[in-house]
């Protein structure tokens, strides 16, 4: 599997479709996730269940955050800030839009 830094090289922006098929079969795939800091992953922690409300189905197993993978992460958005900033607002949204696609792709 491509790194994100990866990913966030080759993504395009692109047309949104609704099904959301493709993100459950992306998320069943994956199993438990941990938290997403400072360009990379970390091992899952201690962790719980998210549901789909409509039918109770269980869709993921994502690590429930502790105070240090709290500091972590504002300690990493506090050194992206200024690169981020920098970004026009329409920039910007091209890459969460390009972000959303890329996940709904996988």
């Known amino acids: 599997?491509?790194?994100?830094?990866?990913?966030?090289?080759?993504?395009?922006?692109?047309?949104?479709?609704?099904?959301?098929?493709?993100?459950?079969?992306w998320l069943k795939?994956?199993?438990?996730?941990?938290?997403?800091?400072?360009?990379?992953?970390?091992k899952p922690g201690k962790g719980f269940t998210t549901t789909n409300p409509a039918t109770g189905?269980?869709?993921?197993k994502v690590t429930q955050g502790t105070s240090a993978d709290v500091a972590a992460a504002v300690k990493a958005a506090r050194a992206a800030?200024?690169?981020?900033?920098k970004l026009a607002g329409h920039e910007r949204a091209k890459w969460l839009y390009a972000i959303a696609r890329h996940i709904q792709k996988r």
Do not use: C, N, Q
Not at 81 to 85: D, E, N, Y
């Open 57 to 60: 189905e269980v869709l993921a």
């Open 81 to 85: 800030l200024p690169g981020w900033s």
């Open 29 to 42: 795939a994956r199993g438990a996730f941990g938290h997403y800091i400072g360009g990379a992953f970390a």
């Open 1 to 25: 599997m491509p790194s994100v830094s990866e990913i966030l090289e080759t993504m395009d922006y692109g047309p949104a479709p609704e099904a959301s098929g493709e993100v459950e079969k």
